[in-house]
């Protein structure tokens, strides 16, 4: 189920992007700013979260069922264009990856955006080798490679522009 992120989701969707292990201490604060931004000004209109869960596998203590997050996605309207959308963030718990949850959160932006008019989706990476499984994820997605800028966040580590039309 994918669902909007909710004020109690913070400290489990931050523990996911660690467990990921693939974002530094700088972006994980970047997340974390993100995150408190849609839940604590939910009138704002320039980032939405949304998580995907999955049900825990036994009931929960007095009876209650659980949920597990299992992904994250947030993404935005780039500001000054008219229909073009940042995904500044997708994320699968590792223990979760393999099993479509991020080609159902990658889904689920494409209706996000066809839904406000928009029609083409960005998402930025890294060139390092820990990034190969979102880069050939990203290409599985029918994303193109629109820019591939050197030394961009390190000497050695390049940004790599995707591109979706939807």
Not at 61 to 78: D, N, S, Y
């Amino acid at each position: 189920m994918i669902r909007e992120v909710k004020k109690e989701d913070r400290e489990p969707i931050i523990r996911l992007i660690r467990a990921t292990k693939n974002f530094s201490d700088a972006e994980i604060l970047i997340a974390e700013e993100l995150i408190d931004i849609c839940t604590e000004r939910p009138e704002q209109k320039d980032y939405f979260a949304y998580v995907a869960t999955s049900p825990l596998p036994l009931p929960l203590p007095r009876g209650g069922a659980g949920e597990r997050l299992a992904g994250f996605l947030l993404l935005g309207p780039t500001p000054a264009t008219t229909g073009t959308y940042d995904m500044y963030w997708i994320a699968v718990d590792p223990e979760f990856q393999g099993r479509g949850i991020a080609q159902a959160l990658d889904d689920h932006a494409v209706q996000f955006v066809r839904g406000r008019g928009g029609y083409l989706i960005i998402a930025e990476t890294s060139s390092q080798p820990s990034y190969k499984r979102t880069r050939a994820f990203y290409a599985k997605q029918q994303y193109e490679v629109l820019a591939h800028i050197r030394d961009y966040y390190k000497p050695g580590d390049d940004l790599i522009i995707f591109g979706k039309k939807v």
